[in-house]
């Protein structure tokens, strides 16, 4: 019997399907150990993100840049979140 063109496209394509799954591990998430139970790094990650995002607002207040910087909200979020990215990074071993 003669094979149509498509299935055996689609059988030579069914492998590519599950490239992007490449980058599941089996070793599970980044984690740490606090007071003897294990706690998800991304956690620490964001609170430490959110305490960044705290701290520019203290600094924008005392030096006197909230009258200069518009848009408070997003700078002092946009900062929180390069902080808690760059934690994330330095902590996984990626920066």
């Not at 990650?45 to 997003?74: D, E, K």
Request: aromatic share 12%; proline share 5%.
């Amino acid at each position: 019997m003669k094979q149509r063109t498509g299935s055996r496209f689609a059988a030579a394509c069914s492998p590519l399907a599950f490239m992007p799954l490449t980058g599941c591990a089996t070793r599970g998430a980044p984690s740490f150990a606090l007071f003897g139970a294990y706690f998800p790094f991304w956690l620490l990650s964001s609170v430490t993100g959110i305490a960044g995002a705290v701290v520019a607002h203290r600094v924008f207040v005392a030096t006197g840049w909230v009258r200069a910087v518009p848009y408070q909200l997003s700078v002092c979020t946009a900062i929180g979140v390069v902080v808690g990215v760059l934690v994330w990074l330095s902590g996984t071993g990626q920066l």
